[in-house]
């Protein structure tokens, strides 16, 4: 669809217009494709989905940086050579769009996908509810999506299942179930927990793919349970190949207060 709408705008001589179309797709890749792919660009395996997924974003990005050569042409060659190796990105032909691989319905579901997504989170928002806070249910109008398309929604707004509700105007709305049930605020705790330990491997400059032992102690006996009943997912995010509760001394340790309290981590690389 970029490339159409450049070529188009090309044509015209409408060189604002066009040039102007660059940061929200730059926004778009990075925010959304970039950040929802992340998790298959960093696990260890080199499978088919990684690479694909690799091949992808290279492909994106070389074709971009043709695009954007004659509005930045600096930052274009720069790009283009890094990618390929090869002489100047300006000694390329042009990308032209291809029609037969527009896929208009795709791209409608997934517009729709990333309204309902924005008016659930900003339900969210409304309720003073975190987005690492799991919620039960979320309802949404407009058009049915596929299956695949719920699972993304259902991620980026965390609820734990999607129902579909015919609007009588067709207009796209949500309904958020805003209850918290005792599990799920231990699974949130769990999230909360998992983002402090990701910041504190950040800092301590541990590798993407480090694994670890993880410490934790804490006189909070809703943080036990809670780590308690959510020590797979947090081991499973964290990449912890162990997890001990108690103290111990490590290669890095902060402590943090969730929901209220506070709990002690430490992690050392295995």
């Given at each position: 669809?970029?490339?159409?709408?450049?070529?188009?705008?090309?044509?015209?001589?409408?060189?604002?217009?066009?040039?102007?179309?660059?940061?929200?797709?730059?926004?778009?890749?990075?925010?959304?494709?970039?950040?929802?792919?992340?998790?298959?660009?960093?696990?260890?395996?080199?499978?088919?989905?990684?690479?694909?997924?690799?091949?992808?974003?290279?492909?994106?990005?070389?074709?971009?940086?043709?695009?954007?050569?004659?509005?930045?042409?600096?930052?274009?060659?720069?790009?283009?050579?890094?990618?390929?190796?090869?002489?100047?990105?300006?000694?390329?032909?042009?990308?032209?769009?291809?029609?037969?691989?527009?896929?208009?319905?795709?791209n409608e579901a997934m517009n729709q996908a990333r309204r309902v997504v924005e008016l659930g989170l900003a339900a969210r928002a409304e309720h003073g509810?975190?987005?690492?806070?799991?919620?039960?249910?979320?309802?949404?109008?407009?058009?049915?999506?596929?299956?695949?398309?719920?699972?993304?929604?259902?991620?980026?707004?965390?609820?734990?299942?999607?129902?579909?509700?015919?609007?009588?105007?067709?207009?796209?709305?949500?309904?958020?179930?805003?209850?918290?049930?005792?599990?799920?605020?231990?699974?949130?705790?769990?999230?909360?927990?998992?983002?402090?330990?990701?910041?504190?491997?950040k800092k301590a400059e541990f590798e993407v793919g480090d694994r670890i032992i993880l410490y934790y102690q804490s006189d909070s006996a809703d943080l036990l349970?809670?780590?308690?009943?959510?020590?797979?997912?947090?081991?499973?995010?964290?990449?912890?190949?162990?997890?001990?509760?108690?103290?111990?001394?490590?290669?890095?340790?902060?402590?943090?207060?969730?929901?209220?309290?506070?709990?002690?981590?430490?992690?050392?690389?295995?």
């Amino acid at each position: 669809m970029l490339i159409r709408k450049i070529n188009n705008g090309m044509e015209q001589y409408d060189l604002t217009r066009t040039a102007r179309l660059l940061p929200p797709f730059i926004d778009n890749l990075s925010n959304w494709y970039i950040r929802r792919s992340r998790k298959r660009f960093w696990k260890s395996e080199s499978d088919t989905d990684k690479n694909q997924a690799y091949q992808t974003l290279y492909t994106v990005l070389v074709t971009l940086s043709k695009l954007m050569a004659p509005f930045t042409p600096f930052l274009a060659e720069e790009m283009f050579k890094n990618l390929t190796e090869e002489e100047s990105v300006h000694l390329q032909d042009y990308p032209m769009a291809d029609g037969k691989l527009i896929n208009t319905k795709l791209n409608e579901a997934m517009n729709q996908a990333r309204r309902v997504v924005e008016l659930g989170l900003a339900a969210r928002a409304e309720h003073g509810i975190k987005v690492r806070q799991p919620l039960a249910l979320l309802e949404y109008s407009g058009q049915k999506l596929e299956e695949e398309l719920e699972s993304i929604i259902a991620e980026e707004v965390n609820v734990k299942a999607l129902r579909w509700g015919m609007s009588e105007r067709g207009e796209v709305a949500v309904a958020l179930d805003t209850r918290v049930t005792p599990e799920l605020r231990a699974e949130g705790i769990a999230r909360e927990l998992i983002r402090n330990i990701q910041s504190l491997r950040k800092k301590a400059e541990f590798e993407v793919g480090d694994r670890i032992i993880l410490y934790y102690q804490s006189d909070s006996a809703d943080l036990l349970q809670a780590m308690d009943q959510m020590e797979q997912l947090v081991s499973k995010e964290v990449l912890a190949t162990k997890v001990v509760a108690k103290f111990e001394e490590t290669e890095a340790s902060e402590e943090f207060v969730l929901d209220g309290e506070t709990i002690w981590v430490g992690i050392s690389r295995v």
